[in-house]
Nanobody, 121 residues
Framework: QVQLVESGGGLVQAGGSLRLSCAAS????????MGWYRQAPGKQRELVAQ???????NYADSVKGRFTISRGSAKNTVYLQMNSLKPEDTAVYYC???????????????WGQGTQVTVSA
């Protein structure tokens, strides 16, 4: 297993920026994918952004052009740069690491504890 710790959340005004960080307890280079999810009160957890081990990325339509996911130069970090934040981006943001055994195997999901992002109007 791997422990994932998020940081960087906080309160920001609409239009502002935040950068979330996810630090893993061991290397995540071999992970099938790393992702950021979010969950707003009363809503289901949803995928925000994902980056695969070969560097492919995908984003929720609601954040395309505003958010960027990237891997850090260290082999155990992932970031989410969030620009032009909107009040509807308010949620708890979770780091996810999919450590499946092979590319065709079912996902093995590892989750962090989450970090709160609040965007005021």
């Amino acid at each position: 297993q791997v422990q994932l710790v998020e940081s960087g959340g906080g309160l920001v005004q609409a239009g502002g920026s935040l950068r979330l960080s996810c630090a893993a307890s061991r290397s995540i280079v071999s992970f099938y994918a790393m992702g950021w999810y979010r969950q707003a009160p009363g809503k289901q957890r949803e995928l925000v952004a994902q980056i695969t081990k070969v560097g492919s990325t995908n984003y929720a339509d609601s954040v395309k052009g505003r958010f960027t996911i990237s891997r850090g130069s260290a082999k155990n970090t992932v970031y989410l740069q969030m620009n032009s934040l909107k009040p509807e981006d308010t949620a708890v943001y979770y780091c996810n690491g999919d450590d499946r055994i092979t590319d065709w195997a079912p996902p093995i999901n590892n989750w962090g504890q989450g970090t709160q992002v609040t965007v005021s109007a």
